[in-house]
């Protein structure tokens, strides 16, 4: 039976270490790092998360900044905003809540973004730095991925790691970090063929396909680390793209849904403000 890796817990505990170091990052420079969220429209979804953004920000000593714009905001409108908060001395990250009305487009919005504050790690520069090797800022699930892998205590050098899943924002970042840590990396997708075979033969199976409950236990190798990215609701429920109680009779460890990756995105969203305030703070210098 497998144990059962708690994204709530690590969470916490590294949301009481991080409290500790914008303290002392605040005594340090007479001023807290700054997040700021852009949100277009009325996306209910939208407007649960950036809430929970903010209250992280705020609980941990951070000053936080949320700007609303109506649902027909021109894209040169939103633009402009960004450039406001690129030149914002006060602001060390920003980040446009996606998805953005269908008017207006995403690409514009990131390639705007200056990188150095693009905390969400989705700019060109950013994943290219990832790719690269050179630091940047790394996009905040696929960072908490990784956090909840080293917890177990599992090395991942050398292991044979599956990543199914290849978007910009989930697959594409976790297979660079697991690659970064020395990992034998599988990518898959909707085309691969032998998805079972492929994924029976990982010792570390990170599930981001938005697929609730696909990965059965027959897709789950005997003492593997099992990584469930997946969030879709199902009559009400959040579930996983793993399907939780056959993969546990066969895994090592295994992160919940919810309660396991998800505390881990916005925990790794603060660590990256304080990492851009500290790296702007270096820059001033
Ligand atoms: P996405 O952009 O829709 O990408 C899904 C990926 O899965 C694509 O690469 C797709 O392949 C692949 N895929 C779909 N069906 C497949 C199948 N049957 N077999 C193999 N691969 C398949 O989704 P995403 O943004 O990466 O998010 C993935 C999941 O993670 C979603 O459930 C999302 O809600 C969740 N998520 C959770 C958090 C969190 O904080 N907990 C954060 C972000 C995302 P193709 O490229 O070939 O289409």
Known sequence: MAVIVSGKALA????????????????EHGYAPGLAVILVGDDPASHVYVNNKEKACVALGMKSEVRCLPRETTQ????ALVDEYNAREDIHGLLVQFP??????????????DPRKDVDGLTVANSGALASGLPGLVSCTPRGVIELIRS????MAGKNAVVVGRS???????????????????MCHSKTQNLKEICAG??????????????????I?????????????????????????????????????PGGVGPMTITMLLDNTLLAAQRQAEERK
């Open 12 to 27: 916490e505990q590294i949301r009481g270490q991080l409290k500790e170091k914008v303290a002392a990052f605040e005594g």
């Open 100 to 113: 953005l009305p269908e008017h207006l487009s995403q690409k514009a919005v990131l390639e705007r973004i």
């Open 168 to 186: 910009n924002l989930v697959g594409k970042p976790v297979a660079m970090l697991l690659l970064n840590e020395n990992a034998t990396v599988t």
């Open 221 to 257: 190798k005997e003492g593997a680390v099992v990584i469930d990215v997946g969030t879709s609701r199902v009559e009400g429920k959040l579930k996983g793209d793993v399907k939780f109680d056959e993969a546990e009779q066969k895994a090592a460890f295994i992160t919940p849904v």
């Open 202 to 219: 990982a010792d570390i199976l990170v599930a981001a396909l938005g697929r609730p409950e696909f990965l059965t236990g027959e897709y």
């Open 76 to 79: 040169e409108e939103l633009l």
């Open 152 to 155: 177990t205590g599992v090395q």
